[in-house]
């Protein structure tokens, strides 16, 4: 099985060398708990150490935003965007498609097939919710981006706002059964911890372990452990 290398240190460690090629990854976690900057980091380290174009499609944070936010962080992230290694691209909610399931989720495809990118991330699918009013049919909408992604053989993170609770994956209760992995990220003050729920494919780490994040991304310490009692 080929594997994309995360980009983030010390993951790997935990996933056999990296997610399985073509995979569907959910990145689930609350408020502040580190998602975008964790799928950022993927994207740039995957273009600037493996040579892997990436795209970024923001449902929620305009390409602004996000690229001030990363301002803290060593990353030269512009001469990627000039050699067309890593876009980022501000989907607006249509209303005039709204419960077009086929026509959202064609927007997003269309930009993939149109750069051929190694790896994708969509952040979050918790914004479908602003297009589509009824939780089936928002079900129905990532089954259908989940098998069109599939057919395009490009490693995806989907991230998804949850309460944080440690036992809440996702947020309309069917991603984790549809993405081929799903990593939880934890925040209690002043703690950072990840885990691995699932990853088809893969002997993964069954254990939660602590990150921190610095002026270099997200970092995990695959050696130490959090105990599992100690999550909210």
């Not at 944070?61 to 000039?82: A, S, T, V």
């Not at 909610?93 to 097939?113: F, S, V």
Request: include cysteine; charged fraction near 25%.
């Amino acid at each position: 099985m080929n594997r994309i290398k995360s980009g983030i240190p010390g993951l790997d460690d935990l996933i056999e060398g990296g997610f399985p090629e073509g995979s569907s990854i959910l990145l689930s976690g609350g408020p502040g708990s580190g998602k975008s900057i964790f799928c950022l980091q993927y994207l740039y380290n995957g273009a600037k150490l493996y040579g892997e174009p990436g795209i970024y499609v923001t449902l929620e944070e305009g390409p602004h935003n996000l690229w001030w936010n990363m301002q803290r962080f060593k990353w030269d992230l512009l001469p990627l965007e000039k050699q067309n290694m890593l876009k980022i691209y501000k989907f607006e909610p249509n209303l005039d498609m709204k419960d077009d399931i086929e026509g959202q989720t064609k927007r997003i495809l269309d930009k993939a097939k149109e750069l051929n990118p190694k790896r994708l991330v969509i952040d979050s699918i918790t914004a479908f919710s602003f297009w589509i009013d009824e939780v089936p049919k928002i079900r129905y909408a990532l089954y259908v981006l989940m098998e069109e992604l599939r057919k395009l053989n490009v490693t995806t993170i989907l991230t998804a706002e949850t309460s944080g609770k440690k036992d809440r994956m996702s947020r309309f209760g069917v991603e984790e059964f549809l993405t081929d992995g799903v990593i939880q990220l934890y925040f209690f003050p002043p703690h950072r911890s990840l885990f691995v729920r699932k990853m088809r494919g893969t002997n993964n780490d069954k254990s939660v372990r602590p990150f921190n994040i610095d002026e270099n991304g997200v970092a995990v310490d695959p050696r130490s452990e959090v105990l599992w009692e100690s999550l909210h």
